[in-house]
């Protein structure tokens, strides 16, 4: 009995002294976060910083020190300077027409593809994949002449239009990966209660694609209120704009006024920031979904 128990505290010993290692692994993705948070911020803060500054003090100073005096007027300066109200609200309409059109048209369909197989659906989902990867460098001068034929150049519905045709395929590609890693049986015991396809698709198969419509929905409004090729080439008066090309026309005629330049960089992402803290969550457990089945 006395050996039994000799022989297993060294064991229990053993079995501690391994638990107390340190992790070091773990203590490598600490040190990366860390890392990465320090890269991420110092530009951020370099940011801040100058928008609160004056000319002579952001051209004299560190970048990287907080102002000598804090020029808040700055923020005023860059809104009424570069038209922010008008142009924010002008990438608001775009965004919010836009990314809930979309990603209505992408479950739908992505649905049909996923869940009501045809002849030719791997076909369609092809040519929707090869969709997705065209760059929209090599349509802009066919899509001004379409717009302009159309006469919805120089229009926020001229803009919607193209924003929706490249954006759907993509969605429809991630969604599609969502709906087919779905149990067949959810389909299956609805349909025997007498459920339709419609209802199978609104109250089953949609609220089980949440937490991958919630991620797309940040990732679609931040392409779409960052977008600048498209909107630069169709949308010619100022009165028009959206949010980047505001920007850059604030940074071509102000470029020497840090201050008002860097805070209209910080209030142009503030909407941005803002739809991710709402949706974060959904972002978090829905940005890779749509790769658990394809």
Request: aromatic share 12%; hydrophobic share 55%.
């Amino acid at each position: 009995m006395s050996g039994v128990m000799s022989s297993s505290i060294p064991s229990v010993r053993s079995g501690v002294r391994r638990r107390a290692r340190p992790d070091w692994f773990r203590a490598g993705l600490w040190v990366a976060l860390l890392l990465a948070l320090i890269v991420w911020s110092i530009p951020f803060l370099v940011m801040v910083f100058t928008s609160f500054k004056a000319n002579a003090d952001a051209a004299a100073s560190a970048p990287w020190l907080p102002p000598s005096e804090w020029h808040v007027a700055n923020y005023a300066d860059a809104a009424r300077t570069g038209r922010l109200a008008t142009t924010a609200v002008n990438s608001l309409i775009v965004a919010l027409v836009k990314v809930p059109i979309g990603l209505a048209v992408a479950s739908a369909a992505a649905f049909a593809l996923s869940r009501l197989p045809f002849r030719g659906s791997r076909v369609l989902l092809a040519v929707i994949v090869v969709g997705s990867m065209v760059p929209v460098q090599i349509a802009l001068s066919p899509l001004f002449t379409e717009m302009l034929n159309l006469g919805l150049l120089n229009s926020l519905a001229g803009l919607v239009l193209p924003y929706l045709a490249f954006g759907i395929p993509y969605q429809i590609f991630i969604l599609h990966g969502f709906f087919s890693a779905i149990p067949v049986e959810l389909e299956e015991a609805a349909r025997l209660d007498g459920a339709s396809t419609f209802r199978i698709f609104w109250r089953i198969c949609l609220p089980l694609a949440v937490p991958a419509l919630g991620a797309l929905f940040i990732l679609d409004f931040v392409a779409t209120w960052n977008e600048y090729a498209i909107a630069q080439t169709l949308l010619q008066s100022q009165s028009n704009w959206t949010i980047p090309l505001a920007v850059q026309g604030f940074s071509t005629q102000y470029s020497t006024n840090f201050g008002p330049l860097n805070a209209f960089i910080i209030m142009s992402v503030v909407p941005v920031l803002i739809v991710y803290l709402l949706f974060q969550r959904s972002f978090v457990s829905g940005a890779f979904a749509g790769a658990v089945k394809s």
